[in-house]
């Protein structure tokens, strides 16, 4: 086997054995995260918590002291937003008292959970992330296409290495 | 005959072995089972500190190192009792040594081809894990943060010397192979079980102690000592002790 061929099969392996980790990993409980702004939050301001987040079932369920807008943006968002986050945002919705969003990333990586006062005064808003531990499709897929660029590589590889054969014989 | 050009044949020899899947497997696996980080960066408003999230994510690295540290130490017990103990055995080292190249040169060749091999796959397996936990950001985190992202490197690379080392010094001071094998695994496992018999001794011993934010630079410097202490024992006991029949 030659050495293309050989690190097709390393990638194979690797990425299967990635896969098999991941899943190993949900039998574990799912993360729950509080976060409160206490009083501190002001007119029109914004408080939240930025996290890394996998293809799982969220449930957030937000209580606030007036009114409020609660939202979820992928990071990229965030930082393209410009001012215009109430534009980009995955999920939004307006709160007043309490409330409850379920949300479902379509791919993993760093999101941004913020609170935005609606009111003109001061307001105390308080939220909890539930996780329930799904299998991770996104995952899946990104393996998937290390397996076949791993496959991809043991062909090459056996091909370069019937061809010199054929050249030897010859 | 050049030292690189030994320590290029010693880590071809290793390569050629059937033990590598096994390995890439094992430690791909296992760099999932060290936990999961639970983390959040608190905000304020609409500035985003990137520096946080790449913290988070280098953390995210570091706690990997439970997880393969089982790893490390089984194939670290395997590998380098195969590449000195087996070798002296069977005689191949016998013939190395009657080449014109110092007993020095074959020790330094045969560590660091070791050591490589050992460090590529854990490295390997604890940043794909870090790639595949933001794929759309992982670099941009390396760009803005680079030292949180090198963080779980530099424990690795003292994770995998200390288990390494522990493997080196019983292998050149065993008759036989399993034997080396048999007392790193034994030495480097019960470092790992200590934590079932008393959790609070834990942050004191691998493979706890490399986690950079539960001890202080004192625990990494004693453990890098003890190390680097055995790796130059190991390599004495070698080039002026050791008997080749």
Known sequence: ?170 | MKTLTFIKWEFKSLTRLRVILPLVAFMFFTSYLGGELSGVVFVSGENVRLENLASMLGKTGVVSIEGIYLALAFFSAILVPFSLTEELNTGILKYYLSLPISRFKVFLAKFLACYIVLNLTSLTAVYYKMFMTDPRNFFRFLAVSPFYMLQPCLMILLATLFTFSVSLYFSVVSVKAWHASLYSLFTLYSFYTVRLVNPRLRWYLPPYMFFPASTSMTGIFYIMFFSVFLTLSSCYIFVRRLEVA
């Open chain 1, 1 to 170: 086997m030659n050495p293309v061929s050989k690190l097709g099969l390393v990638l194979i392996t690797a990425a299967l054995s990635a896969l098999a980790g991941n899943i190993f990993t949900l039998q574990g409980p799912g993360l729950t995260i509080t976060y409160s702004t206490g009083r501190s939050l002001g007119p029109q301001k914004l408080s939240g918590i930025y996290l890394f987040l996998k293809s799982y079932e969220y449930r957030v369920t937000i209580s606030c002291d007036g009114k409020a807008l609660f939202m979820v943006l992928r990071l990229e968002d965030l930082l393209s937003s410009a001012g215009n986050l109430e534009e980009k945002a995955l999920i939004k919705k307006v709160v007043e008292g309490w409330s409850e969003v379920s949300f479902r990333p379509e791919r993993r990586g760093a999101y941004a959970l913020l609170v935005k006062n609606l009111e003109e005064s001061r307001l105390s808003a308080s939220f909890a992330v539930f996780t329930t531990k799904v299998l991770e499709v996104d995952f899946l897929m990104d393996t998937m296409v290390a397996i076949t660029i791993g496959v991809f590589l043991v062909v090459i590889g056996l091909t370069l290495n019937a061809v010199s054969q054929r050249r030897l014989r010859k």
